[in-house]
């Protein structure tokens, strides 16, 4: 469990953050499109960091615009939720076109289901919204020695189902409301291969149909929109 005051530190490979010269000027992305909030952040991360440079987007294409044009960029802190992509899109095409920038989020989504997903994505670290102004500072600080640092998730939630790659596709596709033909279509498998999956995640997530499952899997944090 990993509450406001614990946190989880697992060495960060692909970022070359560790023994970062503190003479360096650190060059941060806020990504959050609560004004109030991404001025709250940024306040934070100027305490946290003696010589820090900030740009700022309220929403995914001004973000996108800031990395194409921004170079060196130390560090991007990213909500979930923006204008302008939807669900894990803009997390995705994120790391895919900018694989060597540390990415944060930065969310009220902290079920350890949905950080686990977040995760697999590739994030570089997770900071709850309810963390206190000192647990994100020190996670800032610990993010630029090379940490992976994840604060902030829900303490009283154990996720009780664990999910294959599989499962959870058949889950998010389930979720926008495609039929069994169409998800086998989508993934190259047969119908028959697609209702066993659908069986066993009503069975997993103790369901009687797929209304009910999808709303458990939102409920348990295993689908993010």
Do not use: C, W
């Amino acid at each position: 469990m990993v509450g406001d005051n614990i946190k989880i530190k697992l060495e960060l490979f692909p970022i070359e953050l560790k023994g970062l010269n503190a003479t360096m000027s650190i060059r941060v992305i806020i990504v959050e499109d609560h004004e109030l909030f991404r001025e709250g952040l940024r306040l934070l991360v100027q305490e946290a960091y003696s010589d820090v440079q900030i740009f700022e987007a309220h929403d995914f294409p001004t973000a996108k615009n800031l990395l194409s044009k921004q170079t060196d960029i130390t560090l991007m802190l990213f909500d979930i939720h923006l204008p302008g992509t939807t669900g894990l899109a803009g997390i995705r095409e994120i790391k895919n076109s900018y694989p060597t920038i540390p990415l944060v989020v930065v969310s009220t989504v902290d079920s350890q289901a949905s950080v686990k997903k977040l995760l697999s994505l590739g994030i570089d670290g997770f900071i709850g919204k309810t963390s206190s102004k000192a647990t994100i500072i020190r996670a800032l600080r610990e993010i630029m020695d090379g940490e992976k640092v994840i604060v902030g998730t829900q303490e009283h939630f154990q996720p009780s189902v664990d999910l294959s790659p599989r499962l959870i596709i058949t889950l998010e596709l389930l979720a926008k409301g495609l039929s069994n033909k169409e998800i086998a279509k989508q993934l190259n498998i047969s119908p028959a291969t697609v209702r066993e999956y659908v069986s066993n995640l009503l069975d997993l997530f103790g369901s009687s149909n797929r209304t009910q499952l999808v709303l458990k899997a939102r409920q348990q944090g295993f689908l993010i929109d």
